[in-house]
Structure formats: structure tokens, C-alpha cells
């Protein structure tokens, strides 16, 4: 999976929801199994370390992460 331009030279961190954790993670780009565009920008799914794949994308809410409900749909 290419990652450039996506990463800044600095690393990018990412702050899920992980619903085995019931909480948000910190997450940083080597979690990242997958990149998807959509009509709000990029959603990216990553693996959490307790193996549970998690979404975070751009949307409409804006603050970075998504929904709980809809990162059990992702995979």
C-alpha cells in the first residue's frame, strides 16, 4: 500500500474507536491495513493491538473518527 503523500514526513497519528476497547486508541500509520476515498475524504481502516479493525475518516462530524456503529460495518 503506498502511504505517500498521505503521511507527513513526521508520522501521522489516528485516535479510533475500538469497541473491544470501548474507548478510543491511539493508532499510528503502521496499523493501517487499507485507505478508501469517499465523497468527505479519505476513510482509513487500521488494526487496533488487540486485533479488531477500526475506522477513522473525515466525515461529516468532522473530528476525525468515526462512528462507533459504522466501524463494525467496515470489515
Given at each position: 500500500m503506498d502511504l505517500h503523500?498521505?503521511?507527513s514526513q513526521d508520522g501521522h497519528m489516528f485516535a479510533p474507536y475500538?469497541?473491544?476497547h470501548?474507548?478510543?486508541i491511539l493508532l499510528g500509520f503502521e496499523s493501517v491495513?487499507?485507505?478508501e476515498q469517499t465523497?468527505?475524504?479519505?476513510k482509513v481502516l487500521l488494526r487496533c493491538y488487540?486485533?479488531?479493525v477500526v475506522?477513522?475518516?473525515m466525515?461529516?462530524?468532522?473530528n476525525g473518527a468515526a462512528d462507533p456503529d459504522r466501524a463494525a460495518s467496515a470489515v
Open positions: 503523500g498521505f503521511v475500538c469497541s473491544r470501548q474507548s478510543r491495513v487499507g485507505i465523497a468527505f475524504g479519505p488487540c486485533g479488531e475506522v477513522h475518516d466525515g461529516p462530524s468532522g
